[in-house]
């Protein structure tokens, strides 16, 4: 195997093994929780811009398969794990980790203490780091280093969203799917394909549109909700989907996720700040504050909702257990919603799939009260 080199902003260096492609990356490191489903992570468009840690120490037991993907490749800037299986094992597998990696020129690194990169990274917050197969001198990969830009500030949604308009139709992996009785437009703004998925299990017609799609554009097809999709970096720095989002709000019901929620927040008037380390991984405990249950849900954000800018149009609906940061809310008198976390679970957990009931529910609720009218 190649040598490989992970080094942080910070200096600290961390000598390994690459198994993916060969070259040279650079984005912020982060760690994810998730003990299964790295396929899942590697394809979702939120990290682009991100180098991601796995904490579990073992992956690429079970392989890849074309199935279970999120987009059409990794987006993800780099790959670090503690051990790599080369060998997979499991009947759905069609090729292993390292192909996939290498096919999509995404580069990896293993052998690496990847406890002692969580501890620092926890300890310290989020760094830029570079990831490299090429060069090993600290002087120059640091200069590299310093000379890319943040995350904070940059629009990476122009680089995951789709070219053009197209409609969804796939539901849940092996799962018959009704016929559709609603038309949900979902914006990309770096969309994880579940998402769609459910939205066809729950009998809608979706529509994917690009992140810079005008309002009036959507309001045209007339459709019974918008969706606010998941995507990377920065929200303030995706001015067109606020504007966009303000000329939505009170004309369709609205459900936003993840970059959406955040998105939705700056439209109302509020702000977001940057967290220190993030929420990454498939184990996060959320409270609903309506029931006081506890749901185990996944996540991957650096950026949070402050409430408190905008508490008199929205109402607080969950909390992250871990933090107290904002994880849901809903607005006071209008058919709008969003949370922080991913309810489309992929990876799972699937606590939280029956918030897009509560999304369709709108559209029902609004159908009968429109049907109640004409009679």
Request: glycine residues 10%; charged residues 20%.
């Amino acid at each position: 195997m190649k040598r490989a080199i992970l080094l942080l902003e910070d200096g600290t260096a961390f000598l390994g093994k690459s198994f993916g492609a060969e070259g040279e990356a650079v984005g912020e490191v982060v760690f994810n929780t998730s003990m299964t489903g790295y396929q899942e992570i590697l394809t979702d468009p939120s990290y682009k811009g991100q180098i991601v840690t796995m904490t579990y120490p073992l992956i690429g037991n079970y392989g890849v398969n074309p199935e279970d993907v999120e987009s059409e490749r990794p987006w993800l800037e780099g790959f670090i794990v503690k051990e790599y299986s080369s060998f997979p094992s499991n009947w759905r597998a069609t090729e292993p980790l390292d192909q996939l990696l290498k096919r999509n020129r995404i580069v990896a690194i293993e052998g690496i203490d990847t406890r002692a990169l969580t501890r620092k990274i926890r300890d310290r917050g989020a760094m830029q780091g570079i990831l490299s197969t090429e060069a090993f001198e600290t002087a120059s990969l640091i200069k590299k280093l310093n000379s890319h830009p943040p995350l904070v500030g940059q629009d990476l949604v122009r680089q995951v969203t789709c070219a053009e308009a197209y409609p969804w139709k796939e539901g849940p992996w092996r799962e018959a799917v009704p016929a559709p009785v609603y038309h949900v437009v979902a914006y990309d703004f770096g969309i994880k394909q579940n998402m769609l998925r459910r939205l066809v299990q729950m009998g809608c017609r979706v529509t994917v549109v690009p992140a810079e799609t005008p309002a009036e554009k959507v309001l045209s097809v007339n459709p019974d909700g918008v969706l606010l999709s998941n995507g990377p970096g920065d929200p303030e720095a995706v001015t067109y989907a606020i504007r966009n989002t303000e000329k939505l709000i009170g004309k369709k019901p609205l459900f936003g996720i993840c970059l959406g929620h955040q998105i939705l927040g700056l439209a109302l008037g509020g702000k977001c700040k940057k967290l220190k380390f993030g929420h990454h991984g498939g184990n996060q405990p959320i409270m609903d504050l309506a029931t006081r249950r506890v749901q185990i849900v996944a996540e991957n954000h650096g950026f949070a909702v402050d409430l408190a800018s905008i508490e008199k149009e929205v109402a607080l609906t969950h909390v992250n257990l871990n933090d107290n940061t904002v994880e849901g809310m809903h607005h006071r008198t209008l058919p709008v919603f969003s949370v922080q976390y991913h309810p489309e679970a992929s990876p799972g957990p699937h606590d939280a799939h029956f918030l897009f009931k509560r999304f369709i529910d709108f559209f029902a609720n609004q159908a009968a009260s429109a049907q109640g009218r004409g009679r």
